[in-house]
């Protein structure tokens, strides 16, 4: 019986994974809807504000170890289905554009959201109307 040998591709293997990191990033634009919402209809204290930050801290968080650990099940695929040592290099070094976006943002989410949480209440006292 003979093994069949799979090219795999750039492109085949990030195919699953656009979805995933799509999926991703509508859970950080919600966060960050969260908290432009909750910087308008916060009361004079700003209580919901400064809780809309620890929610956008925690789908950043969320978000960047399900982009780790969806990234390193593409690879995983990629290793089993014979991928060279050269190829993986590549495919570690190389990560795809929408991934490394997502990446940044939420990181960003992440900062953005420690700093809300922190400082919220006092950057509701200080909006002009």
Known sequence: MATEQVTVTRESLY???RLAAIKVSSFLAAAWLWGVFSFFTSTGAGT????????????????????????????????ENGVTLARRV????????????????????????????????????????
Not at 48 to 66: D, H, P, Q
Request: glycine share 10%.
């Open 15 to 17: 195919e699953s994974f």
């Open 48 to 79: 919901w504000f400064a809780r809309s930050g620890s929610v956008m801290c925690l789908i950043g968080a969320a978000a960047t170890f399900k982009l780790i650990n969806d990234y390193g099940h593409a690879l995983a695929t990629a290793v």
């Open 90 to 129: 590549e495919l570690v070094f190389d990560p795809p554009k929408l991934y490394q976006t997502v990446q940044y943002l939420a990181y960003l989410t992440g900062i953005v959201g420690t700093l809300i949480w922190g400082y919220g209440d006092l950057l509701v006292r200080v909006r002009p109307y």
